[in-house]
């Protein structure tokens, strides 16, 4: 194959590398006719065939339309999006994977700490005062995802096995006491979060790990606490690849493949739905990106708590490994549409697949929706991670910028919830715009709902 501009450099000698027996006529036909496909048929998918180098644009274009006739076959013409919030708690962290620039080293947050720290940690209370006000503006939904900060633990029964540890610096732990900010526990901010019916999306599998890290507690338990405080659902952020050894150069200090599935069948063994992802486009290849979709798939076939499954394309220029020479640059788009494709038709049993505005911008983002993509993200009213890794597209999409985006491909626009059992057309001909689902909500646009006087307490629009 050639060289992308998301390859590895030529040091990385996998073991798993894209070649197969299979043809790619063969493996179209089985996606065409709707068979199950093997991990050697997603190769050549990927690939549009191995038996040529690059990407063949006359076979990449029947890849999408294989892929978009079948998401017409699922979910029809509509095109979902959630009002959401993203609240991330903290960027905390010493885990120290390559891929990432949200983070930033837990000592600049130490109450004895003189240099700059660019960072930020959230107490309980602000993170119910930002759910709250995005709450008041129509939201159904916040989504947050942390850094592992050291003072974090599950709950008061787990900061105290903790603080008895005999050196706590061996489970990563710290006190609240030694920092500016204390971010509480995994329970306080999910019961914080948890505002009037709000859906608390949060808790990936390496933060599980991390609330339960010096004890002997299962995932289920973790879980059935962090339910019991308001959790709603767990998101399958922290997989990148699931495959060992691409994790062992883009993430060596995360957990591994099985940690990270025994944790999210642990979350959904609880009654959690679950949302699955993928980050590509660094130093793994197609073999590994069909791997991972095996995983996924096998994941679902035992649980079917997975809603959706959500491309993420890596964000490369901030990130250590491309300060550090490990990547030249991120997936390209026919690596974009190939991905989005192949997860569509590969997924049998996966119902939606999204398209991320975020990752991708509006245009290459609605391109996708052509590709095998039926879900366009959310209004997310905040966004940290991407931003912090060098990504260039905006932190809110308006339910009017919806429509229009949606409308303008000639597909139809719904408001989902985050588990997609509540879903609302929405008529392009009847304005204002505005989310209906939130426990709040009530068709007022985002931000015409609620605004603040100079002590900045809410008013009225009409005051």
């Not at 493996?27 to 191995?50: H, N």
């Not at 329970?187 to 948890?194: F, G, H, R």
């Not at 940690?259 to 660094?282: F, K, P, Q, R």
């Not at 590994?288 to 959706?308: F, K, P």
Request: proline share 5%.
């Amino acid at each position: 194959m050639e060289k992308g501009e998301g390859d590895a450099p030529d040091e990385f000698e996998f073991e798993r590398v894209p070649e197969t027996d299979q043809s790619f006529e063969n493996a179209l036909d089985k996606a065409r006719d709707g068979e199950r496909l093997s991990v050697d048929d997603a190769i050549e998918l990927l690939t549009t065939g191995t038996d040529d180098e690059g990407i063949d644009q006359q076979r990449k274009e029947r890849v999408l339309e294989a892929a978009d006739r079948r998401r017409a076959e699922v979910v029809g013409e509509e095109v979902t999006f959630v009002a959401n919030l993203n609240n991330n708690v903290t960027t905390a962290c010493n885990v120290g994977c390559k891929f990432c620039n949200f983070k930033d080293a837990a000592q600049r947050f130490e109450t004895e700490y003189d240099g700059e720290n660019p960072g930020f940690t959230k107490t309980p209370d602000e993170s119910r005062q930002i759910v709250e006000d995005a709450a008041e503006m129509g939201i159904y939904e916040v989504c947050s995802v942390s850094g592992l900060h050291p003072a974090f633990a599950l709950d008061d029964e787990h900061r105290e096995i903790l603080e008895a540890a005999d050196n706590p610096k061996e489970v990563n732990y710290r006190p609240p006491a030694d920092y500016e900010t204390s971010p509480g526990t995994y329970v306080d901010q999910i019961a914080a979060m948890s505002v009037g019916g709000v859906h608390v999306h949060s808790m990936t599998p390496e933060e599980a790990y991390h609330a339960k890290r010096g004890t002997d507690w299962s995932y289920e338990e973790v879980f059935e606490r962090l339910k019991d405080a308001g959790l709603d659902s767990v998101p399958g952020t922290a997989a990148e690849i699931l495959v060992e050894e691409v994790r062992d150069v883009i993430c060596p200090g995360k957990i591994g493949t099985e940690e990270w599935m025994d944790a999210m069948e642990a979350a959904a063994n609880v009654g959690l739905d679950l949302t699955s992802t993928i980050m590509y486009g660094h130093v793994e290849n197609e073999a590994h990106r069909a791997l991972h979709l095996q995983r996924i798939r096998e994941l679902q076939d035992r649980t079917g708590a997975i809603t959706e499954f959500v491309p993420l394309s890596f964000i490369h220029q901030n990130t250590p490994l491309y300060e550090q020479g490990l990547v030249e640059g991120g997936a390209s788009r026919d690596e974009d549409e190939l991905m989005v494709a192949v997860g569509r038709l590969f997924l049998d049993n996966v119902e939606h697949v999204q398209s991320s505005w975020v990752k991708y911008g509006d245009e290459h983002g609605l391109k996708l929706l052509s590709c095998g993509a039926d879900d366009f993200m959310g209004t997310i009213l905040s966004e940290e991670i991407t931003k912090r890794a060098g990504g260039d597209y905006g932190e809110v999409r308006t339910f009017e910028q919806y429509v229009d985006m949606i409308t303008s491909i000639g597909r139809v626009p719904v408001e989902r919830s985050t588990d997609y059992r509540q879903r609302r057309r929405i008529d392009p001909e009847d304005p204002p715009f505005g989310p209906t689902l939130g426990p709040r909500a009530d068709g007022t646009p985002l931000f015409e709902r609620t605004q603040r006087n100079s002590d900045g307490d809410p008013i009225n629009a009409d005051d």
